[in-house]
């Protein structure tokens, strides 16, 4: 069974970093579309940043240039690197595993089955 926690999450002022992580079992990260995803309060949830099977990487615009996504192999674990935080990143952050195979890898938080709990970042100005 899948399992995905995340951590690393917090409050930080603009214009600081954070690193989240989130650490899979049961699963080997990169081995199918595992993805960074965000719910802000009031709003939907948005795709972040994905990585696919042949280690590509796609972002949102709104991230582009401030947010790496990277693995580490050796600790089954996926990251989001964010620097530059602005108040409008504020939300919980959630890492999520699609359930198939796929060489593209959507920002679509429905093509996704498996969900960690989140972890909170809260950006202030």
């Known amino acids: 069974q899948v399992q995905l926690v995340e951590s690393g999450g917090g409050s930080v002022q603009a214009g600081g970093s954070l690193r989240l992580s989130c650490a899979a079992s049961g699963y080997t990260v990169g081995s199918y579309c595992i993805s960074w995803f965000r719910q802000g309060p009031g709003k939907e949830r948005e795709g972040v940043a994905s990585?696919?099977?042949?280690?590509?990487?796609s972002y949102v615009d709104s991230v582009k240039g401030r947010f790496t996504i990277s693995q580490d192999n050796a600790k089954n674990t996926l990251y989001l690197q964010m620097n530059s935080l602005q108040p409008e990143d504020t939300a919980v952050y959630y890492c999520a595993v699609r359930g198939r195979f796929s060489w593209l890898c959507p920002l679509n938080p429905g093509q996704y089955t498996y969900w960690g709990q989140g972890t909170q970042v809260t950006v202030s100005s």
């Open positions: 990585l696919s099977t042949g280690g590509g990487t």
